[in-house]
């Protein structure tokens, strides 16, 4: 008795929620009227879309609170209403979730009262029927569970009203997808913009200056070399360390627009370059990705001689080799066909969010030890760097330039980016590029 009367309780309570809901529907519909009425003698056109919005809130609401009652949600499909008065006042009205939200807020003011009077009206007799036979008689309750039939009845009427055809979702889904594409273009606009700013600048203040000097110092040395050859020789030889700082600019520029080692060595060998490169003891693990070939050899990693003649290998990098990643050994059997590259573009976001994953570890975690795991995914590129640093990294528009850069490029492929970041670490940054292989 005491688990029914518990029940029924609650079953009134949300009825008496509906009610208030009701009570708001009643003001909505008069708000409605009235900014009809202003829209139609365009003296406040402007008042639709907010008056569109508003309703919208009061149904979500009614949404939440029948998907706590029924343990299932309730889904909602609307088109987004921005831009300009014009697009918004038609948005507003073409829209077929404000016609079905009018219709709810309708049905809404006369079955949620309704529905909360007779359940005010059911109590008395429910607890003398029950009463009289549980006490007595030693049954279960038979009239307080009617409460919690029409708490349900309200809920279900809500659910058919406010749930959106699928012709609606489908619309929804698309101008949502419409509107991220929108956003996505513009970041990358934007990043597209940045980086011919920086390589701009880069080309000017750098190998370009040093260029000139270049040409300064050799047209000096022909003057010279006639009438004092040793000077001659020392302009000279200023000379080629100027061309050798100049190669240097030059090789900065080109691994910042693409890393020529992606197409030397592969995304694998690429990154396993970054790590060892990086100031920290990193770890690498790969799944499904082979280096392409070349190895090591690469030289300066970039397409361009090193300064010193040495290979651009900096190093080995801790690796975690998959077990099915091994070759057959010699008269096992054929080597095993390699796994197909990913995109360049892909490869090289990938690439990128790596190299500055790795730089912020570096300069801001305190962290001695990092992690990298590539892994090829049916559909998409898996990246993953996890720091063992202090955390507490953000990811929000006013954080530093590389990780929204990073994030723009990666939303320019139509990828996602995770970021995990609790005080006291560790900092875990999760990306995933959609991928043909």
Known sequence: MRDAIRDAGRASLQLLVGAAVSILCYLMI??????AFLTVTVIGAGVLPESVLLLRRLAGWERRRVAARTGTPVPEAYLPIEGPLPARVRTAVIDPGTGRDLVWAGAQLLYGMVLWYASLVLWAPALLVDGVVTGLAGRRPVALPLHGRLAGLAADWSRALLTPAPSAVRDAALAARIEQLTATRAGAIAAHGAELRRIERDLHDGAQARLVALSMRIGLAKRAYDSDPVAARRLLDDAQDQAEEALAELRHVVRGIHPPILTDRGLTGAVRALAASSGLEVRVSVAGLDEAP?????????G????????????????????????PARGDGPPAAPNPRAP??????????VAEALTNAAKHS?????????????AALHVRVTDEGRGGAEAGERTGSGLTGMRRRVAALDGSVRLTSPVGGPTVIEVELPCVW
């Open 30 to 35: 008069g708000v409605a009227l009235f900014t």
């Open 294 to 302: 070349g190895g090591d050899e690469a030289p300066g990693g970039d």
């Open 304 to 327: 361009l001689p090193a300064r010193d003649g040495s290979p651009a290998g900096d190093g080995p990098a801790h690796e975690d080799r998959p077990a099915h990643k091994a070759r």
């Open 344 to 353: 360049a573009a892909v490869e090289a976001a990938a690439y990128f969010v």
């Open 366 to 378: 305190g962290a001695d030890r990092a992690s990298v795991a590539l892994s090829r995914e049916p």
